[in-house]
């Protein structure tokens, strides 16, 4: 057969597409619709990696100079501290800016540089300053928005940042002195393991996808079919009907691309109003791999020919109607078994081939192999339905009435069922890639966040100023409790030693008892106390001798560094150097972990102990505990500290600390999956919404004798779960295979066998939830009009 | 040409096929199979037969002693075999009925400002009473029951529709009328 | 004509959108009895049915069914009503293409509660009573359209109901067929007592009732009762 008639029969299809009437119009918006989702999402996904790369750039473009060590005042230098805060979870970005001659550089994004006590402020954060939410937040960033910052200066449209000129920031206080911005980050490449996850993470997402562009290029096939019964009735072969088939399904996709990438356009615009999981980012960074871009726009074509080809096999048209082959092939098992084993062929030599320090790996062998799995995990779907469901007996009505439409008709279900086996079971696997990493990549912080829930450290002058501190947070609104100490060294007074090059040292902490028994385990402690706290080398920590050479019960030591550093600012000429005498009385006691989980060491006085006018540079480590009754209490503690201290830093005592990297991979794979676990919901949807529409008449006349709607509500509810909860014991089962597959590769063991539970809670929610939305159909289905006939 | 409608001649000629007969079995299968409404006389019998005689289509074939004329009985000739085959080749002619009793009625009564409906409604209940009837005789007879009333009700449905066609066009047939 | 209706339907109004399928339609039926309703197409015959077997609450109007006010009761109730009182017989697509004809035919009780063996038990008898026994395993879809309409009638007539709604039950089939479920829905429904409404518009399967009424223009003309 010749090319010209391939040519002739597609378009007469394609036209058949548009200009068939209501129905055929109707067919062919449905088809563009589903496939246009699923380019759109495809083209999405092409472009994450750029997405995730300019956010990158936009970080480094920003950021301080720091190559360049710039050690004493120019005329454009600056001083320069990030100060982030945490605004009703929300992390606010600030930069402060202190120019100590008059042409400091402009900091990016701005067109100018604030005047002392202004601020350039995101528009984002603008507009929080501006509404009530903000007020909280503005009391603890007391600048005057005075400009915005621009794009070239944010990492998104909705980050929240502020660019603020200072007059308090001093060489002691300051990350660093800059004289121009721009920061080349060298590219590090990502770890092996990582990329592991990365690869089969987007072949899980993406098939899915291309099963629902294949089902979607199917929407309304019995029309279709009666159509093309009618085209046979006027001459035209099997061969032909089927061409023309394709050409229809064809004219779907093309519309379907163009749909696809009008939504595409139109997200790209919405890639800024959204933050999903901390992803915010401009239209203009989120452009597709040209290459990736290029193959979606080439496949979905393709596929949606062969689809409708292969999707015709088991169907013969005939001129007075289709006939779909009375009794079925049976399906056989042996080739997707095949497949199947294809892919462990692919995967399991690589066992041990990924390692977690390595950073290369086979990247074709790894996609190749979970590819082949998932497919193959796919295609052993309807095998697994019919089979299944052929064991099934009659129970109750609205289950005979599911049962039985699944036995006549098992491949429908199974087919709309696909996209989920692939992307449970690709999810599954990488839960277990996940959990085996989490001891990697997670630390476990150690914090115990009963005992407090923030942290603070402010800067005081001496050490009134340091209790004064944590008197006002102690009577901050929403704090339950506080754990306070102002804190100095001591040093071992007299003259240096052999091989010494500075004064050994201790750190000290003053506060009341209860304070001092977050630190160590007291036995008694009552004011006048003084303690040596050692933590044995716990966490690292150096050895006791390290305490006690220094700070011994009697022992004399120097408040003050009695050999400071040449560039230190020098104490006032002729103060005596202050000492004090640690008492006899003194006891040593064992260190435990504070509240954020660290061991310290050093010594413990109480308040009566010791003259805290003497100490130096006195600062205060407070922690506080916040009451749960009151809503914004960790907003009230960071203002208060940001009252005391500009540059005081309030940290949120977490359980487990993640690495960056890792957490940006996890990012990645929970929105994706989310949207295409949406996109199998929808394209199941459709297809039950279909049905119901195709049996109008017959519910109608169920109704008219009596039938309940919920017995109808529960058949459809059956009728999508059983073949779900098949494909998703499928998925488990596959899915926990795949992932031993991939750990052994990295030589790493299974840490939860339990880890596929979130994800069957997502299947048994898409039940819920087709099962609910198809409700208000069929309740307008089930009224009489149906059985109108005139 | 047409034949000429119901023909007895024919009918009992037709009988005779299948055996020589008395007049008296001639009659009692005649109203069985076809005499439903209108049972035949002797009469009607003898003139038929003694036609058919003088026709030379059927012979006597036998008198049984001491019996009145019906004791008489009568064979079919192979002209009369002949005659027989001519007829039911022959179409019958199909009744126009352009002349309808029910339509003059209507015109009528709409010319004198009647209600035209009101006799196709009692029509039409008139017709579905006698259909019900053939129907209800239809339900307890045997297949040529069966077959005798469907007859006559596809006829009696065919008047129907037209009483249905008409009453929908009442309105413009009494406009065409009074111009 | 003395004993008081089984179903009486007084003044039934009922539109779709603007346009009015019922005006004012009186209709009544004695246990019993079959009673055709005829018409031409679109005088609100379906609708009128449709009313009074509960499936449609009219705008306007009064349904009666064996002292019960019809157009009072819920929903539930009025499923609940025609699960054990009605019958009916459509003109096409009423049976699930997946069930088998017993399960079909079974289908009634079941949703009455009635354990499936015994349903099944009870549809087999009515298959056998409508001479389809033969197809009582296949499917719809393996069968012809007469054998089809039989089985509706015995999924109709299963659950002995005192009214048999009918629409247009041999819409979809040949003069013989047609003959042939008329015959043994009439058949069964004078054996069982059970009354039954019977939309048709066509005179030969009409002759089959005890009597007709005619709707026109949504209203019905119903000699017995009018006055």
């Known amino acids: 057969m010749s090319l010209g008639t391939w040519v002739r029969d597609l378009t007469l299809g394609a036209r058949f597409a548009v200009a068939g009437g209501r129905s055929g119009l109707l067919r062919t918006l449905l088809t563009a619709t589903g496939v246009g989702f699923g380019v759109s999402l495809l083209l999405l996904a092409a472009s994450f990696p750029n997405m995730l790369f300019q956010r990158e750039v936009r970080e480094s473009v920003r950021a301080v100079d720091g190559s360049e060590q710039v050690t004493s005042p120019r005329p454009d230098s600056f001083l320069h501290l990030g100060r982030d805060t945490v605004y009703r979870d929300d992390v606010v970005s600030g930069l402060l800016l202190r120019p100590e001659g008059d042409a400091p550089p402009v900091p990016p994004g701005a067109d100018r540089f604030p ?209 779909r082959t009375s009794a079925p092939r049976r399906r056989r098992l042996w080739w997707r078994l095949l497949l199947l084993a294809a892919g462990a ?297 940001a009252a005391i201290d500009p540059t005081a830093w309030v940290r949120t005592l977490k359980d487990t600390e993640r690495d960056a990297a890792f957490s940006s991979v996890r990012t990645g794979i929970l929105v994706g999956s989310t949207l295409t676990m949406l996109l199998v919901a929808a394209s199941l949807l459709v297809a039950t919404l279909e049905q119901l529409r195709d049996r109008r008449r017959l519910l109608s006349s169920l109704v008219a004798f009596g039938t309940r709607r919920s017995t109808l509500g529960w058949s459809v509810l059956w009728q999508t779960a059983v073949p779900i909860l098949l494909g998703l014991g499928l998925a488990v089962a596959g899915g926990l295979g795949l992932g031993l597959v991939l750990l052994q590769m990295g030589g790493q063991r299974v840490e939860d066998w339990w880890g596929f539970l979130p994800v069957v809670g997502i299947g048994l929610g898409l039940i819920a939830a087709v099962t609910l939305l198809s409700m208000p159909v069929l309740w307008r289905l089930m009224r009489a009009d149906g059985l109108r006939t005139e | 040409m047409y034949s000429g409608g119901m023909s007895i001649g024919h009918t009992l000629l037709g009988l005779l096929e299948s055996g020589p007969r008395h007049g008296y ?146 309105d413009a047939l009494a406009e065409e009328i009074r111009r | 004509m003395s004993s008081t209706p089984l179903l009486r339907a007084t003044g039934l109004d009922k539109a779709y959108g603007p346009t009015p399928a019922l005006a004012g339609a009186d209709f009544a039926l004695r246990a019993g009895e079959v009673v055709a309703v005829m018409g031409p197409s679109g005088s609100g015959k379906s609708t009128l049915l449709h009313c009074l077997a509960g499936i449609v609450r009219p705008d306007a109007g009064t349904i009666t069914y064996d002292g019960r006010e019809l157009t009072a009761l819920s929903d539930g109730a009025r499923s609940s009503l025609r699960r054990t009182d009605f019958g009916f017989v459509f003109q096409f697509g009423q049976l699930v293409p997946e069930l088998t004809c017993v399960e079909n035919v079974a289908l009634p009780l079941r949703l009455n509660g009635e354990k499936r063996k015994a349903a099944e038990a009870r549809a087999a008898e009515w298959l056998a009573r409508l001479e389809v026994d033969a197809v009582a395993d296949k499917r719809p879809g393996e069968m012809s359209g007469g054998q089809g309409q039989r089985v509706a009638v015995a999924r109709a007539l299963v659950t002995a109901p005192r009214v048999i709604f009918a629409d247009e039950p041999t819409g979809a089939l040949d003069s013989l067929n047609g003959e042939r479920v008329m015959r043994l829905l009439t058949d069964a429904s004078r054996d069982t007592g059970a009354a039954v409404v019977l939309v048709t518009h066509e005179a030969r399967v009409a002759a089959w009732s005890d009597r007709e009424v005619v709707v026109r223009d949504g209203s019905v003309r119903d000699a017995e009762w009018a006055a």
């Open chain 1, 345 to 641: 062929a692919f995967l399991v030599p690589l066992a041990g081939d990924v390692q977690v320090t390595g950073t290369s790996i086979d990247t074709v062998g790894v996609v190749a192999g979970t590819a082949l799995v998932l497919t193959g995990l796919t295609t052993l779907l309807p095998w697994l339905v019919e089979a299944g469901v052929k064991r099934l007996h009659a129970g109750p009505v609205a289950w005979q009435l599911a049962v039985r439409r699944l036995q006549l008709s098992s491949g429908t279900a199974a087919r709309a069922v696909s996209g989920i086996v692939v992307a449970a079971a690709g999810a599954i696997a990488l839960q277990m890639l996940f959990q085996a990493m989490e001891n990697d990549f997670t630390h476990l912080s150690g914090a115990d966040t009963t005992r407090a829930q923030l942290a603070i450290g402010t800067d005081a002058r001496n050490a009134d100023e340091a209790r004064e501190a944590i008197d006002r947070l102690r009577r901050t609104e929403g704090v339950s409790g506080v754990i306070g100490t102002v804190e100095s060294h001591v040093w071992r007074p007299g003259p240096l030693k052999e091989g010494e090059e500075f004064s050994p040292m201790a750190s000290l902490r003053v506060g009341d008892c209860a304070s001092l028994r977050e630190y160590a385990a007291l036995p008694s402690c009552a004011d006048g106390d003084v303690f040596v706290l050692l933590a044995h080398g716990a966490q690292g920590t150096p050895d006791d001798l390290f305490v006690t050479r220094t700070a011994r019960p009697g022992a004399t030591v120097a408040l003050r560094d009695p050999h400071p550093h040449p560039s230190a600012p020098k104490p006032p000429k002729g103060t005596p150097l202050p000492q004090w005498r640690i008492p006899t009385t003194a006891r040593i006691v064992d260190s435990r972990p504070d509240p954020t989980g660290m061991y310290e060491y050093g010594v413990l006085a109480t308040p009566k102990a010791v003259d805290a006018s003497l100490l130096d540079e006195p600062d205060t480590q407070t922690m506080v505990r916040l009451d749960p009754a009151v809503p914004d209490a960790a907003e009230y503690v960071r203002n208060t500290a």
């Open chain 1, 115 to 323: 005047g002392t006590g202004e601020m350039l402020v995101s528009p984002a954060l603008g507009e929080l300053l501006d509404s009530p939410e903000g007020a909280l937040l503005k009391e603890r960033i007391p600048y005057e928005a005075v400009g915005t910052i621009g794009p070239a200066g944010l990492i998104g449209p909705a980050e929240l940042r502020y660019v603020a000129h200072v007059d308090f920031l001093t060489p002691e206080n300051l990350d660093g002195r800059g004289t121009r911005y721009g920061w080349s980050v060298p590219a590090e490449p990502m770890n092996a393991f990582l990329v592991l996850l990365v690869v089969v993470a987007c072949v899980v997402l993406l098939l899915p996808v291309l099963v629902f562009v294949a089902t979607a290029v199917r929407f309304g096939g019995e029309q279709r079919d009666r159509r093309l019964a009618a085209l046979r009735l006027i001459g035209a072969d099997t061969a032909t009907t089927r061409r023309i088939a394709a050409g229809e399904a064809l004219a779907g996709a093309l519309f379907g691309l163009l749909v696809g990438l009008g939504l595409f356009a139109a997200a790209r615009q919405f890639a800024g109003a959204f933050t999903i999981w901390d992803v915010n980012a401009y239209p203009g960074d989120v452009v597709p791999m040209p290459a990736l871009a290029a193959l979606v726009l080439a496949v979905v074509p393709v596929a949606s020919v062969v689809v409708t080809l292969f999707a015709l096999r088991g169907v013969v048209i005939e001129p007075l109607g289709v006939v």
């Open chain 2, 25 to 170: 079995d001639l009659k009692r299968a005649f109203d069985e199979k076809f005499g439903q409404d209108r049972p035949l006389h002797y009469g009607q019998v003898y003139s038929t037969m003694s036609r058919l005689l003088k026709n030379g289509l059927v012979v006597v074939d036998g008198i049984e002693a001491g019996g009145g004329p019906e004791r008489k009985r009568y064979a079919i000739t192979e002209a009369g075999i002949t005659d027989v085959a001519q007829w039911l080749a022959t179409p019958e002619k199909p009744e126009p009925y352009l002349q309808s009793t029910l339509y003059t009625k209507v015109v009528l009564a709409l010319l004198t400002g009647r209600g035209a409906a009101e006799i196709l409604d009692t029509q039409r209940a008139e017709h579905l009473r006698l259909m019900r009837e053939l129907t209800r005789r239809k339900r307890d007879g045997d297949l040529a029951d069966q077959l005798i009333c469907d007859h006559a009700l596809f006829h009696l449905e065919a008047d129907l529709r037209w009483l249905e066609l008409t009453a929908a066009r009442l």
